[in-house]
């Protein structure tokens, strides 16, 4: 640029020094014309020279406004010379200030769904007790507090249940001794009964002593024979149970093993051997369990009778003895009515009177048994190790079972990731599918997951503007143990949908879309010219001519030309388009199809531009 300036400084020093010579020559001209009056006489000769000098002189000065009017032009010309050249520099300026470089890589593209969930326990036990209105004594873990499996975590006071139990105890005890003196009682008046009545009557009321206790033995043996019956069939209820269930189980082994034949995996030649010979295994000792129950219930189908039998033959004792009795009844009372009345009377009060002692003594110690079972529920102890989240329970407090669980504990070494997925992304979640975990507390370290869960029903949140937007719940099982974790805590996933692996990928930017809808990628050739288009020959200053026509300028140089691609990566040295088919698009990365492209190949990015300065700064400034 300084150049140039120089050589117009030049011309125009030159076009000022022959301007003043020129000068001089009208004003001799003028002198020689005023001059010309004053003389008389003039010789041919003279005139001849006189008029030559004057056609030299009125010749100069047209040159030299030719030669004015030339440069005038030239600067001209080279104003508008230098304006074309600076505004094909700011295009190719623009499109270098957007444009980035990068390779074609072979990579994995992987399409994944990213959301974010939190940190919680994978088993969670809510801690409750059967106890009503009982008061709690120790509370032995408050929150935040690590608990071993088995250990006692809540204990009520048994002041009251001990009291009860020594209450019963006590009552026992008088009951047992309230039966021994009755019994006495009872003893003597019967003895006493047998010495006042004759021999007759005393051997009828034998018979009818006799009888009575048959009565009551075969009464005996009857519940006793239907109790047996009972269990008989409850058992053999119970096996015909059990064959059902072995018999569904060897169904679906045998579903299991043919699905298994059917679609065998690409295992080795030996594990597909054990496994052939684990599913005949289990095929084999189902039928083994089942053939072994039928024989149970071909056992039960013939003993079922005996038990039958035997209840019947219990109750035709009992309906004979009851016959005995009431002929011995008969007998006794004509032995002597009065006398057989009272015997009869006493001995039934004496039975009467056993049977309500024993019957006392029993419930009673039936009472005490029930209220000792209990006791075990007055120890709370933990059913896993984990950590104590939840802590309801006040010393102090009577509990009630409708006022909430006493403890909750979360095991800490099984976590799961609970996180809401929209409805527009939820078809491509599925059940065991990978998912990548991060958090803040593990860094850059990535986690393993596994999707757990995927809910059949959507929720619908309310958000903060009152709008509500549907999502289902999904849960993704950490495969990693991690110290570093803690429940509640937010965590970043992506959920691995689909992967293609070692395929040709570039920057998501670097791929643009035509009018027509192609996809087109810019390949930049590193070994293409970049050096700057040649001056014209006439020293690179284009010159109007006297006809108004530009003299010396390149045709391309006259005007800019319309550009064919409006995409800015079009426009750098060396760049071709090369048409691609996108195949999986990533986040950053997306995959591109071509037999036009390989690994390696550099492509042009498009990114923000940055700011340039104006045309004419920077044709001032010679920046270009």
Known sequence: ????????????????????????????????????PKKKTKTKETDSVSVQTFNRKKKKSWIKWVIIAAVIAGIVGFIIYRVVKVSKQVAEALAAGTTQEAEITRMDITNSIST??????????????PLAGVKIEEVNYKVGDMVEEGAVVVTFSVEDINKKIGQLEEDITEAKQAKALDSKDRDYTHVNNYDLQTYAVATSYERFQKAEKDLQKAKDDLAKACEETGDYKRKYEEAREKIGGKKDELEDTQVAYKQWQDTAPDLTQEANIRKNLDYQNRISDLQSKISDYNSTILAYDTGIDTYIKAEESAQAAVDTAQRNYDLAYVDFNKAGYDAGFSNAKTDYNYNKGNLQANDAVKNLERQKEQNEDTLENYIVTAPISGLVTEVNAQEGNGYQANTGALMTIQAVDVFEVATQIDEYDINNVKLGQRVVIMTDATGDDELEGIVSFVAPTATRPQTATGSTSNTFEVKIDVLNKDERLRLGMSAKINIIVDTHRDVLAVPYDAIEQKEGGANVIYVLDKTASNAAP???????????????????????????????????????????????????????????????????????????????????????????
């Not at 974010?116 to 007790?129: A, E, F, H, M, W």
């Not at 391309?556 to 800015?568: F, H, L, Y």
């Open 116 to 129: 974010t969930g939190t940190i919680q326990s994978k088993d969670v036990r809510t801690l409750t007790s």
């Open 1 to 36: 640029m300084s150049r140039d300036i120089d050589k117009s400084e030049e011309l125009t020093e030159e076009i000022t020094t022959e301007s003043v010579t020129d000068n001089s020559d009208i004003e001799d001209i003028s002198e020689e014309i005023k001059e010309k």
């Open 534 to 624: 040649e001056e014209n020959k006439s020293g690179g200053i284009p010159v109007i001519g006297i006809d108004g026509l530009m003299k010396g300028a390149n045709k391309e140089d006259s005007a800019p030309a319309a550009p064919e691609n409006t995409s800015p990566l079009a426009s750098v040295q060396g760049a071709r388009e090369v048409p691609v088919q996108i195949g999986l698009e990533g986040d950053y990365y997306t995959e591109v199809i071509s037999q036009d492209i390989k690994e390696g190949m550099t492509v042009l990015v498009n990114s923000q531009a940055g700011e340039l300065p104006d045309d004419f700064t920077m044709m001032m400034e010679g920046g270009y």
